[in-house]
């Protein structure tokens, strides 16, 4: 049972670049979640999904697109990367709204 | 003044002694987690609590709902508690949905020498 797996771990990106962060879990849970960790700010949700082809902004949504084709995975894209968005994303899971949260191990993204 | 605030921010302690975490936060919850970050790691959780006490060996949570406010203690710490701890609420209605968003508090960094 691998819970909740992001891939990949880290990436440097040029801006301008774009990339997929993607989120894989096999817990068969309805929610994914999207977060960025920044120094001093605490977590913060990006998007959301509450099932199967079913997506949602979180706080700080833009720069950003998500996809939940697969109940399991949750893609999180960055169009045109900004160094505003080097930080460490983390991808969550949970089965209903006020269950446990399941997290991946993150993403560290640098955009120079 | 953030929703979840946590304090204390850094903690140093010697291998051994009881250490407590807390966390306050400033609307009405469903339930509150508390969720362990290794350096460089990724975020696991520890509890999730609506009311009274939860136990999972050295660590004990406590939350009291009347006063908003919860604690994380750690008996007998040992240099491979030290990392990051964080409280985050899930809040009913947030934003005017309820989709389970959790507000964290901003840490505390724990570290535990031998």
């Known amino acids: 049972n691998a819970g909740v797996t992001q891939t990949p771990k880290f990436r440097v990106l040029k801006t301008g670049q774009s990339m997929t962060l993607l989120c894989a879990q096999d817990m068969n849970h309805e929610y994914m979640y999207w977060y960025r960790q920044d120094p001093g700010m605490g977590l913060r949700l990006i998007h959301y999904?509450?099932?199967?082809?079913?997506?949602a902004k979180g706080e700080v949504p833009d720069g950003y697109n998500v996809s939940r084709l697969k109940k399991q995975n949750f893609l999180l894209g960055l169009e045109s990367a900004a160094p505003s968005q080097t930080s460490v994303y983390f991808c969550a899971s949970g089965r209903g709204r006020w269950t446990e949260a399941f997290f991946g191990q993150g993403t560290r993204l640098t955009v120079v | 003044k953030n929703e979840v605030e946590q304090s204390p921010q850094n903690l140093t302690a010697q291998e051994g002694e009881f250490i407590t975490i807390n966390c306050s936060y400033s609307v009405g919850i469903s339930a509150l987690h508390w969720l362990q970050q290794h350096p460089g790691g990724g975020i696991v959780s520890l509890f999730m609590l609506s009311s009274g006490k939860k136990k999972h060996g050295r660590l004990i949570a406590t939350i009291n709902i009347q006063e908003k406010h919860s604690s994380l203690h750690i008996t007998a710490s040992h240099p491979r508690d030290s990392a990051v701890y964080i409280c985050a609420v899930a809040a009913p209605n947030a934003g005017g949905t309820s989709y389970g968003k959790l507000t964290f508090g901003q840490g505390t960094i724990l570290t535990v020498h031998p």
């Open positions: 999904s509450v099932g199967e082809g079913t997506t």
